[in-house]
């Protein structure tokens, strides 16, 4: 089976930007979480979907929002962009249980100046 | 901020050596998975242990889970230098993970 891929891979904005990551689970997946990546705070939760719905969120400001598509594709999404959402955004699919494996995708480097 | 802690946080070690690394952290948890990280990529999935398992093996690794203590180890025998990165325990419960900070691995050749 494939992986779990992330596009893009590298992405580049400017403060006040939004932008919009994407985040393709491994077949068969129903469920996708997202996490953020910084040297400071380390890996931090974002939000867990399941069948289109979100089951759990972490403590991000409401600039940070996902979906998931009835295929179980997810997208999250950031408005007016800081500098300090620079960071490796990961993305990680499982099928769904709390006690299933999450799998990882190679993530999205934001760099935001 | 991060749930767990990780001990040590840098761990330099000759190849061949042994590299035992521990974690704790703290809520009641469903399962607890190590992972490893390359060069600031994704993250590799190495071992799973339940919340009702004790010990677990899988290749040249060994975890250990301490529900009492809330604290887990990876022990990695006899090391190689594709073994260098950033390893990272990671609570699961809730349908999220809450990492910790990471022990950062180096095998030297």
């Known amino acids: 089976k494939a992986g779990v891929t992330q596009t893009p891979r590298y992405l580049i904005k400017t403060r006040g930007q939004q932008v919009t990551l994407s985040c393709s689970p491994i077949?068969?997946?129903?469920?996708v979480s997202w996490y953020q990546q910084t040297p400071g705070q380390g890996l931090q939760f974002l939000f867990e979907?399941?069948?289109?719905?979100?089951?759990n969120k972490g403590n991000f400001p409401g600039r940070f929002s996902g979906r998931q598509f009835s295929n179980s594709r997810s997208e999250m999404n950031v408005s007016t962009l800081e500098l300090g959402d620079s960071a490796l955004y990961l993305c990680?699919?499982?099928?769904?249980?709390?006690?299933?494996?999450?799998?990882f995708g190679p993530g999205t480097r934001l760099t935001v100046l | 901020s991060q749930q767990g802690e990780e001990d040590p946080q840098a761990l330099s070690i000759q190849e061949g050596e042994n590299a035992t690394m521990n974690c704790s952290y703290k809520?009641?948890?469903?399962?607890l998975q190590w992972y490893r990280q390359n060069s600031g990529r994704g993250l590799v999935h190495l071992i799973l242990?339940?919340?009702?398992?004790r010990e677990k093996h899988s290749g040249r690794l060994r975890v250990t889970l301490d529900t009492s203590k809330k604290s887990s180890s990876l022990l990695i025998t006899a090391s190689r230098a594709a073994d260098t990165a950033s390893y990272f325990c990671?609570?699961?419960?809730?349908?999220?993970?809450?990492f910790g900070a990471g022990t950062t691995v180096t095998v030297r050749a």
């Open positions: 990680a699919s499982s099928l769904g249980q709390d006690r299933n494996t999450q799998y």
């Open positions: 077949s068969g997946h129903r469920s």
């Open positions: 979907y399941f069948s289109e719905t979100q089951r």
């Open positions: 809520t009641s948890i469903n399962n």
């Open positions: 242990i339940r919340s009702n398992e």
């Open positions: 990671a609570s699961s419960n809730d349908y999220k993970l809450s």
